[in-house]
């Protein structure tokens, strides 16, 4: 070859290179969605962005139960569907470079069919925490609006009603309710106790939004906030009047709402009625609440079990798993040594003993768990990485069913 | 290839992440200005490598005019194996590497790449690249308790997209890194005495800076303004370790080869005396004292044949 022809070369194999280095595929992929049970149910969120079910017991897909259709796409979940006895919720996402849209949408659980005359609710943004319901509110935590760059996140409340199958002069024109915005993304989840919303957001904040839809005229949505000083992803866990809920920092909160509401403006701990944790690493699942104890782990693969009343760790050393613990632990109701259900984001539901952290075993998924495992009679759910829905039986251990999300087949 | 990928994030992507997270905290909790300092760092660690490929292009090109010599001698023969053998060796002698030239742009490739991802792990937009933003850390990066980094500078998102950007950002930063890149390959760039590579070199004068300030469009904003500032480095390198007397030259436009002075022969170690003599004969007429700065190569290169032929017949 000719210098020329290698200079040429080499400029093109340099311009090709960058390009190719430089357009990697940077969407998003999901496939965090835990199962969620109703009736003879188990209903899943796909990789793909597709709703299904499979029958509870023989573990078998409904064919004529799906949305949307394969032709459809919306984009990625990662929050698990909020399921109720009419309805499924879902959001959606997907990017195209940093351009994203996400699509909020309810579904029959007769026939999954779209129960909003307009279909989806769509905003030019991320949301990646799972829905919550009030009433006939649907709520959710976005990242910033793509025309409204002041805002870093939103709370959204959006009217839930269906109305596709009704006249069009009663149907829901803005399905928009009200919004709060806050100064960093929210990709947790919301909860909802006692009229209130409750999230963590990236400006490393916990916020309490009054969510009634009769708000006195000038009084502020904003109930009170807490400031960390880690960014929050992990949904909040409300027990009774206490919240529990760990940040990026690595510590480990336990606020109580009563004390907050009193006074809004403050912004320290009550050592009183209130503790935190340092733990090893930064926390995105929400814990586990047991009777003694407050169950947590760590993007760094530990995994905590805190006195619920003074946030010490009850085990003399936090218990390593392999991998990191995206999905919350989940406490199985088994017959004999009380158990942890942990899963781990390299391999496999880790079982340890809830009393001393001991490791019992696992439930064997032969791939990557994201997504919090799901107990019902007698049997555990479990979606992995490698699109599978796995039932496992909690007393043998052993898998029971196994079905592929993506093409309904049969696990291999 | 499991192990070529342990080897890329440990030797490239975690340090260049903890760097570039490291400096964010140090520098306000500033991106832009961390970029900026980690370029000048990475400038700085290149720069023996920068000095050597400037010496390198320097010594390459005082030799043009011995090579065009050999390319003459074997011309009539068709020896192309014994042609190729002896230009090897007069490179050799004179301790000249044709692909050292390019060693700092083989590794600025990885640089970009690997900042490019780095920028995306830093500020990540996905779930999945936040989770394992974790992992990048090493332990005792004090980083780690301020994630997320912000990504604004100057009122652009740094991980944002160029052609996202707000006006006039969108449009400026692919000319900035266009026009930069044009002129740092511009006084880099040694002139040749062959027609065919001054042709080649003007060709990836234009070429390369087009197609980066069109690639520009599709970049993070981080990365563009990487780019934009390790051009402005180089060219700030190339103007340091120019001779003051010889710097008006730089920005001239020139395609073909100086006159090899005994200065500029004088890098090529162990160049013999008869080297030398072969050296200002033949060719001297070619490369005149101002560079030899034509933009008619072809024409020069016609006569430069005449005057060869007539040498010949005497």
New interface residues.
Partial sequence: M???GA??A??LL??L???L????N????GG?ASPVTSGDWVYQATRQGSLIRVDAKTGLRDPAWQFPTEDQKFGVI?GTPLVTDNAVYAAAYT?R???CEARVYAVSTRDATPLWSERHFALETQI?GPLALSGETLLFGTADIERD?GRQGYLYAIDARPDADKPLSERIGNRLKWRVPVG??I?GGVTVANGVAYFGS?DRSIYAVNISDQLAAGASRVLWTFEA???F?ARPVVAGTKIYVGD???QFYKLDVEARAADRTRRTLDARREWSTELE??V?AEPAIGDTAVFAGT??GKVYALDIATGRSSWATPTQIEG?V?GSPTILGAPGTPTLAVPS?KEDVWLLDLRSGTVLGEFNTRAAVDATPVVRDGFVYIHSRNDQLQTFAISSRARVNCIQTIGAKACS | MEFLGILWTEIIMRPMINSIALLHVLLFDNLGLAIIVFTVIISLLMLPLTIRQTNQMKAMSALQPKVKALQEKYKAGGDRRKLSSETMAMYKQAGVSPIGCLGPMFIQMPIWIGLYQAIFRVVPPTPEGLASLAKAFYFWNPAQTSVPLGSDFLGMDLVGLVSGQPIPFNFLFPVLVGVSMWIQQKITTMPSPDPKQAQTNMMMLWMLPIMFAFFAFQFPAGLALYILFSNVIRVGIQWFVTEPAQRSQLFKLRNSAPQPTAAAVEPARGTSDSDKEKQTDGDSSVHSEDGGRSNRPRARYARTQARRSRNRRR
């Fill in positions: 000719s210098a020329r200079a040429i080499f400029a340099v311009a290179s960058t390009v280095a430089c357009t990697g940077l969407s998003p992929s965090w990662y990017c470079g940093d351009k990646v760059r960093g993304k990709w990236m000083e880690g960014a992803v990026f920092r690595g690493g930064w995105w993007l760094g990191q995206i984001s």
